[in-house]
């Protein structure tokens, strides 16, 4: 087959290979949707894809239980061209070729790109654009600059390969949309199973070129790929250095004077006191005659913080989640549903701000609790015990608090990107 380049320039489409669980980032979250500055590493991935003026359409293969998360994510932050989110296959290979499929007609060039390379930048994926549509196929790559050896499963240097033929190749790697959707289909019919595109576009008997890549192009992979994600960003805004680091999983505070996106929620809960059940508030156990009667723990205070929170995000509220009719919840410490929610506003490129909650009951006193409280919902919200406020009031004797009848929360809650 002979690729000349036409006299126009080309129609692209983006696949992103977004199926990976994030086992090595020890994050309960697939890596993809982990927040890198406030946004999905998905999202980031996605927004430059579309940026760049050829690109008529991006397509996510990911694995069918992520593909909701995903939508979550991309109606919330539309694309400047349409996002569709198709099931991957069995390895990452089978999840492109669905992809490929998914792309409309009059599209020219592939372009296949990891999902947690959400740095490389507008140069890089135009190289290999224009690679491709001039020679049909081709991929960033950089010379290696160390030593490579090759070495034996026992731990000793087989093999020292001159390195000047030895590069690192990243994505996205580019195709004539026809010559890879060819030769996908030629490999999954004849059971080769290459290590990226390219190989099996080469071993379909295309040449595939090399173009310059950038360091910078980094895959997300470690937690030290995050760091280093996040330095970078912070160099690209301008903004420098390491002061920006946050503590631990890295959620730095929110940054009022940047002048970011904010939004903000409120959450209101209401349980009836009964006999015969613990008291649980805030993650926290009281001592006290009564407990609350609910499906779960009934743990209005944070029950009350997870609507505020959802709220502030539009991802409507904890029922919606975390249904009553669902026996999966029944009797559900909510501190796990805290998480859950704090996972889904993250997922959505929100980061939470600052909590501030109140409890309405006549008995027992809060204040002795209040702090723990407080501890808890910082935990899971990983944000300072300082952006977090628990508070109590009777109602005077008045309405059903003030008789005794149950306990309600309120809460509010700012979150941004
Ligand atoms: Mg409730």
């Not at 010379?143 to 001159?162: D, M, N, W, Y």
């Not at 993250?346 to 027992?364: H, I, S």
């Amino acid at each position: 087959m002979i690729l000349s380049k036409e006299n126009r320039t080309p129609r692209a489409a983006f696949v992103i290979a977004a199926g990976g669980t994030g086992t090595r980032m020890n994050a309960s979250v697939p890596k993809q949707f982990l927040a890198l500055d406030g946004k999905p590493i998905l999202l980031r991935t996605a927004e430059s894809c579309a940026a760049l003026e050829e690109v008529a359409q991006v397509v996510v293969a990911l694995p069918p239980e992520h593909i909701p998360q995903a939508e979550a994510v991309f109606s919330s932050h539309p694309l400047r061209v349409p996002v569709a989110c198709v099931p991957g296959g069995e390895n990452r290979q089978a999840s492109v070729r669905n992809g490929c499929r998914r792309v409309g007609p009059g599209v020219d060039v592939i372009l296949v790109h990891d999902a947690v390379r959400p740095l490389c930048p507008r140069e890089v994926m135009r190289r290999v654009l224009d690679a491709a549509w001039e020679k049909g196929a081709a991929v960033p790559g950089l010379p290696a600059t160390e030593t490579i050896q090759r070495v034996s499963r026992s731990g000793r240097v087989l093999k020292t390969p001159p390195r000047e033929e030895l590069y690192a190749i990243q994505t996205p790697q580019a195709f004539h949309a026809k010559l890879l959707a060819e030769a996908l289909d030629r490999a999954a019919r004849e059971g080769f199973l290459g290590t990226d595109e390219s190989s099996v576009v080469r071993w379909a008997g295309h040449p595939v070129a090399v173009v310059e890549g950038a360091p910078e192009n980094i895959k997300i992979t470690r937690p030290l790929d995050m760091r280093l994600a996040r330095l970078l960003l912070q160099a690209r805004a301008g903004r420098g250095g390491a002061s920006g680091e946050g503590p631990g999983d890295g959620q730095g505070e929110v940054d009022m004077a940047a002048g970011g996106d904010w939004r903000i929620g409120q959450g209101l809960d209401y349980h009836r006191f009964v006999e015969g059940r613990k008291l649980i508030l805030g993650g926290v156990e009281i001592p006290f005659e009564k407990g609350l009667d609910g499906h779960s723990d009934a743990d209005a205070l944070l029950h009350a913080v997870c609507d505020a929170l959802l709220g502030a995000a539009a991802l409507g509220d904890i029922g919606r989640h975390f249904p009553d009719t669902d026996p999966a919840w029944r009797g559900r410490d909510s501190m796990f549903f805290l998480k859950a929610v704090r996972e889904k506003v993250e997922a959505a490129g929100w980061r939470v701000g600052n909590v501030d909650a109140t409890l309405l009951l006549q008995r027992p006193k809060i204040a002795p609790h209040a702090e723990a409280m407080r501890r808890n919902i910082a935990g899971a919200l990983g944000i300072d015990m300082r952006a977090v406020s628990v508070k109590a009031t009777t109602t005077e004797g008045m309405n059903a608090e003030g008789r005794g009848e149950g306990v309600s929360a309120q809460a509010v809650a700012l979150i941004c990107r």
